[in-house]
């Protein structure tokens, strides 16, 4: 296993990774070991079956081994790379030779698709096969840039676990005609340069190689977009230093804002550092999900693009005005939190700042595990927040298969996850950010071992010449404690940060026994001492069921409740209704007391929360409007469950948002 060289000149803290941090059981463990058995290899059984997805069969085609036209949407390349980048991860923590060798069988074929110059682009190569006009980048939305952005990552992974050169050679071939666009068709990239994957690939493949030639071509790419007269969807509109709030394809902005803060951690550059901050503050205050969802919008114009209306330019996927948050409607396209996840570790890295955990965390146990089944063989597109019956429009979602047509929209209350859909983009990439997961726990700096997220893990660090080992038990998400044993220590060990997360108040520490200084909320409680081999460390967070409010214009959630529980946020679903109670009837009184209790869904321990709640009479009418019916209200015992296991048992109705009933 060959280790990262990254740099990060500019990055105080640099993230563990599996040579010295993996998930040893609890929660986390339990993700891995499912992403290793069960999401990466039938994620491969269908993206390799043509009775299912073309998604292989189009480099077989592209490189003579089979015959046929080219199938599925243009940016499926990228989402085998991706497919690719997590199956090389789960070797990085769990050596596979067969694996290896199929990978590597995998890597040869594509890199053998590539042109000289190297292009790849399935679609563009088997016209050229077939004697076909084809001409590259003709057309924006075919997603060339962002699928060669996947390629130069998974090249640079694949050498790094490896030791291969195949990929890697084949990523820098990528960025060479990448190069040639910035210097030579400028508008040609920038036009381009949708769902910029390619940001942090070229950084990637600088920090991999220590050629600085890929480093000043992530800097032409801002420079590219700065001088493009572009719109709001692709954040083009208005230079990148200019930019004051989030607007337009959340995809595309998260991304590009997590290559911006690739950039800086390599150049240091404190305007741009300035600038996504407040970027990202626009976000978390304004236009975040409570479940770390982004992307409220599925489709509408951007807000201030221009006043001129023939001039405003469309948004897609998008985050829209500040507050504006619908439930029902909410698209929180699975890439697009994930996207949120990149930027804000790249945040973290550059400031120490707990609040990016806290997001990371927000997302990870919420919008990122809502979008797979707990078994790990089924995919949301989309995250919403609230899903009802009878809905007199039907919400768009992917088609289950990429060959076969894309079937009606089903009844609002039975949208579930597909196991492939023809938009095949989020299921790859939810399953390489699982099998990198551990990347995300822990950093090192100059002031000692970082701990950002909690789980069961190994951990073996040395900092100068000092160190130590770590065993780390943690019952989270369901329990308050987290415990560490150092089972080594080399000169003394060094200092470990412990993050307390803003919605733990009250948290405690004790180092063998005897109490410690936690700190506040939103803080890292450090702890320098001497160790020695057998010292402890515990923390507990206390964990009290809390009842949140929205912002006053938040409007579709004014007087209504979400409930959470830790870093956790519950939903109520309509499996857990009395019989004959619908959704809508259901609200909560302030001082509502939960009492936590121990469920099973489909084979998934997890804590539930029950309550009693009250019962509001049905609607009298079914009109747009109806008058407030005067019944004494009823009361009924609800149950709870934590968002990401919504959906689990069949079609139904679920709500993260609750009326409160004073």
């Given at each position: 296993?060959?280790?990262?060289?990254?740099?990060?000149?500019?990055?105080p803290?640099?993230?563990?990774?599996?040579?010295?941090v993996?998930?040893?059981?609890?929660?986390?463990?339990?993700?891995?070991?499912?992403?290793?058995?069960?999401?990466v290899?039938?994620?491969?059984?269908?993206?390799?079956?043509?009775?299912?997805?073309?998604?292989?069969?189009?480099?077989l085609?592209a490189?003579?081994?089979?015959?046929?036209?080219?199938?599925?949407?243009?940016?499926?390349?990228?989402d085998?790379?991706?497919?690719?980048?997590?199956?090389?991860?789960?070797?990085?923590?769990?050596p596979?030779?067969?694996?290896?060798?199929?990978?590597?069988?995998?890597?040869?074929?594509?890199?053998?698709?590539?042109?000289?110059d190297?292009?790849?682009?399935?679609?563009?190569?088997?016209?050229e096969?077939?004697?076909?006009?084809?001409?590259?980048?003709a057309?924006?939305?075919?997603f060339e840039?962002y699928?060669?952005?996947?390629?130069i990552t998974?090249?640079?992974?694949?050498?790094r676990?490896?030791?291969?050169?195949?990929?890697?050679?084949?990523?820098?071939?990528?960025?060479?005609?990448?190069?040639?666009?910035?210097?030579?068709?400028k508008?040609?990239?920038?036009?381009?340069?949708?769902?910029?994957?390619?940001?942090?690939a070229?950084?990637?493949?600088?920090?991999?190689?220590?050629?600085?030639?890929?480093?000043?071509?992530?800097?032409?790419?801002?420079?590219?977009?700065?001088d493009f007269?572009?719109?709001?969807?692709?954040?083009?509109?208005?230079?990148?230093?200019?930019?004051?709030?989030?607007?337009?394809?959340?995809?595309?902005?998260?991304?590009?804002?997590?290559?911006?803060?690739?950039?800086?951690?390599?150049?240091?550059d404190?305007?741009?550092?300035?600038?996504?901050e407040?970027?990202?503050?626009d976000?978390?205050?304004?236009?975040?999900?409570?479940t770390g969802g982004?992307?409220a919008?599925y489709?509408?114009a951007?807000?201030?693009?221009?006043?001129?209306?023939?001039?405003?330019?469309?948004?897609h996927?998008?985050?829209?005005r500040p507050?504006?948050?619908?439930?029902?409607?909410?698209?929180?396209e699975?890439?697009?939190?994930?996207?949120?996840?990149?930027?804000?570790?790249?945040m973290?890295?550059?400031?120490g700042?707990a609040?990016?955990?806290?997001?990371?965390?927000?997302?990870?146990?919420?919008?990122?595990?809502s979008s797979?089944s707990?078994?790990?063989?089924?995919?949301?597109?989309?995250?919403?927040?609230r899903?009802?019956?009878?809905?007199?429009?039907?919400?768009?979602?992917?088609?289950e298969?990429?060959?076969?047509?894309?079937?009606?929209?089903?009844?609002?209350?039975?949208r579930?996850?597909?196991?492939?859909?023809s938009?095949?983009?989020?299921?790859?990439?939810?399953?390489?950010?699982?099998?990198q997961f551990?990347e995300?726990?822990?950093?090192?700096?100059?002031?000692?071992l970082?701990?950002?997220?909690?789980?069961?893990?190994?951990?073996?660090?040395?900092?100068?010449?000092?160190?130590?080992?770590?065993?780390?038990?943690?019952?989270?998400?369901?329990?308050e404690?987290?415990?560490?044993?150092?089972?080594?220590?080399?000169?003394?060990?060094?200092?470990?940060?412990?993050?307390?997360?803003?919605w733990?108040?009250?948290?405690?520490i004790?180092?063998?026994?005897?109490?410690?200084?936690?700190?506040?909320?939103?803080?890292y409680?450090?702890?320098?001492?001497?160790?020695?081999?057998?010292?402890?460390?515990?923390?507990?967070l206390?964990?009290?069921?809390?009842?949140?409010?929205?912002?006053r214009?938040?409007?579709?959630i004014?007087?209504?409740?979400?409930?959470?529980?830790?870093?956790?946020?519950?939903?109520?679903e309509s499996?857990?209704?009395?019989?004959?109670?619908?959704?809508?009837?259901?609200?909560?009184?302030?001082?509502?007391?939960?009492?936590?209790?121990?469920l099973?869904?489909?084979g998934?321990?997890?804590?539930?929360?029950?309550?009693?709640?009250?019962?509001?009479?049905?609607?009298?009418?079914?009109g747009l409007?109806?008058?407030?019916?005067?019944a004494?209200?009823?009361?009924?015992?609800?149950r709870?469950?934590?968002y990401?296991?919504?959906g689990?048992?069949?079609?139904?109705?679920m709500?993260?948002?609750?009326?409160?009933?004073?």
């Amino acid at each position: 296993m060959k280790s990262s060289t990254a740099k990060r000149h500019h990055a105080p803290l640099t993230a563990l990774g599996a040579a010295n941090v993996v998930w040893a059981g609890g929660f986390w463990g339990a993700e891995l070991e499912r992403t290793r058995t069960v999401t990466v290899p039938g994620m491969w059984a269908s993206l390799s079956n043509p009775d299912v997805s073309p998604g292989w069969r189009n480099f077989l085609i592209a490189a003579g081994d089979a015959e046929g036209q080219h199938e599925g949407p243009p940016f499926l390349d990228g989402d085998l790379y991706k497919w690719l980048e997590a199956a090389v991860s789960l070797l990085e923590t769990s050596p596979d030779t067969a694996l290896e060798a199929s990978i590597n069988d995998i890597a040869a074929k594509i890199a053998s698709v590539q042109r000289g110059d190297g292009y790849l682009h399935t679609p563009t190569r088997i016209a050229e096969r077939h004697h076909e006009q084809a001409q590259p980048l003709a057309d924006r939305f075919n997603f060339e840039t962002y699928n060669l952005g996947h390629l130069i990552t998974a090249g640079v992974r694949h050498h790094r676990v490896t030791g291969s050169t195949i990929l890697l050679d084949a990523a820098e071939r990528a960025a060479g005609f990448l190069e040639d666009l910035a210097t030579n068709h400028k508008d040609q990239l920038a036009r381009s340069a949708i769902c910029p994957s390619h940001y942090m690939a070229v950084i990637e493949l600088y920090r991999a190689t220590g050629n600085e030639r890929y480093l000043r071509l992530a800097e032409s790419f801002v420079a590219v977009r700065d001088d493009f007269e572009g719109g709001d969807d692709n954040q083009d509109r208005v230079r990148v230093r200019e930019q004051k709030v989030v607007a337009g394809h959340a995809v595309r902005a998260n991304y590009l804002y997590a290559g911006l803060a690739d950039l800086v951690a390599e150049t240091g550059d404190q305007e741009l550092t300035g600038v996504l901050e407040r970027l990202w503050r626009d976000v978390v205050d304004a236009k975040l999900y409570i479940t770390g969802g982004c992307g409220a919008l599925y489709d509408g114009a951007s807000p201030d693009g221009n006043p001129e209306q023939g001039q405003i330019s469309r948004v897609h996927q998008a985050y829209g005005r500040p507050f504006q948050l619908p439930n029902t409607t909410a698209h929180n396209e699975s890439c697009a939190n994930i996207g949120m996840i990149f930027w804000s570790e790249r945040m973290l890295a550059l400031t120490g700042d707990a609040a990016y955990a806290d997001v990371i965390e927000r997302i990870a146990y919420n919008s990122l595990l809502s979008s797979i089944s707990l078994d790990g063989t089924r995919y949301f597109y989309t995250n919403p927040l609230r899903q009802v019956r009878e809905l007199p429009f039907p919400l768009r979602m992917p088609g289950e298969t990429a060959l076969r047509p894309v079937p009606e929209p089903p009844a609002s209350d039975e949208r579930l996850r597909a196991e492939y859909m023809s938009c095949f983009c989020c299921p790859p990439n939810i399953a390489r950010t699982l099998a990198q997961f551990h990347e995300r726990a822990m950093s090192t700096s100059s002031e000692g071992l970082w701990v950002h997220l909690y789980g069961s893990a190994n951990v073996q660090v040395e900092l100068d010449g000092r160190g130590f080992g770590l065993q780390e038990v943690s019952e989270q998400p369901w329990g308050e404690r987290i415990d560490f044993t150092v089972t080594s220590v080399t000169d003394g060990g060094i200092p470990l940060k412990l993050r307390i997360p803003g919605w733990s108040e009250g948290a405690t520490i004790t180092v063998n026994g005897e109490p410690a200084a936690a700190g506040e909320p939103g803080t890292y409680a450090t702890i320098d001492r001497e160790w020695q081999a057998g010292d402890t460390v515990s923390l507990a967070l206390p964990m009290p069921v809390k009842m949140v409010r929205g912002h006053r214009l938040a409007e579709e959630i004014s007087n209504q409740v979400a409930v959470t529980r830790g870093p956790v946020v519950y939903c109520l679903e309509s499996q857990d209704l009395p019989e004959g109670v619908l959704l809508e009837q259901i609200a909560l009184r302030r001082g509502t007391d939960f009492t936590p209790v121990e469920l099973d869904i489909d084979g998934r321990r997890i804590v539930a929360l029950e309550c009693e709640a009250v019962v509001l009479p049905p609607a009298a009418s079914q009109g747009l409007y109806a008058e407030v019916d005067d019944a004494e209200l009823a009361t009924a015992r609800v149950r709870l469950i934590p968002y990401f296991t919504w959906g689990n048992r069949g079609a139904s109705e679920m709500s993260v948002w609750l009326p409160l009933a004073w």
